[in-house]
């Protein structure tokens, strides 16, 4: 008796693009252009040209491959690179994987955190902040715990940004509280890490997903 073959579960044609997704190529892709282009290893203090032959021998990625994922950026063709060879080029590059995803705007978010933090601490509200650390994910005891850690993400994103902001995007700065490995950070740094999180929660733009989402609901409820 023969098994049936599984069959493969494709993308629905209509399903609507993901903006994520869109940008993260795009930053691939000019990531790993501008390194080729001169990112090599240095020659008396100055950077050569970092060719592609090189950085598939080095990262063990075919070269055929990898100039799937160095098509031009404005062009929609080429390949995205899964997860391993993602991780290989990283390696290779000796840069962490996430620098190859992160885009202009991840990058200000980041640095709006950071200046955020910064502001509260130096201004009228700061020693409160500071206490709150000491006592919750600046405390050599603390371990992070789902709970707790969504929690005291929620508390200090009041104190940044206020209730309405904090209540908005309450299960924004969960998620991105809970994807930091908090508690495996030195101590004297989660107040600054919880802060940035914290940040990236509150300034997350999820009316496409939501639209997508209300969308989705509405279109199963009339069948």
């Known amino acids: 008796m023969t098994t049936p073959k599984k069959q493969k579960t494709a993308r629905s044609k209509d399903s609507p693009p993901c903006a994520a997704q869109d940008h993260a190529v795009v930053q691939i892709k000019t990531a790993l252009r501008r390194i080729t282009t001169y990112g090599g290893d240095s020659r008396d203090g100055e950077p050569t040209r970092r060719t592609q032959a090189s950085l598939s021998r080095h990262s063990n990625v075919k070269r055929a491959t990898l100039s799937t994922y160095m098509t031009p950026v404005e062009s929609d063709e080429g390949r995205n690179p899964g997860l391993e060879n993602l991780c290989r080029l990283a390696q290779a590059l ?32 700061g020693e409160t902040l500071l206490a709150f650390e000491r006592e919750t994910v600046g405390n050599t005891e603390y371990r992070g715990y789902t709970r707790d850690l969504v929690r005291d993400a929620t508390r200090m994103a009041t104190m940044m940004f206020g209730h309405g902001p904090a209540t908005e995007h309450a299960s924004s700065i969960a998620a991105n509280s809970l994807a930091m490995p908090l508690s495996q950070l030195d101590p004297s740094v989660r107040g600054l890490a919880m802060a940035i999180a914290v940040h990236f929660g509150t300034s997350a733009n999820k009316s496409d997903f939501m639209g997508e989402q209300v969308r989705q609901d509405a279109e199963h409820g009339a069948g």
């Open 94 to 125: 000796g840069l962490p994987p996430a620098l190859l995803l992160m885009t202009a705007d991840d990058w200000s978010r980041l640095l709006a955190g950071v200046q955020t933090y910064i502001d509260v601490i130096s201004g009228a509200g």
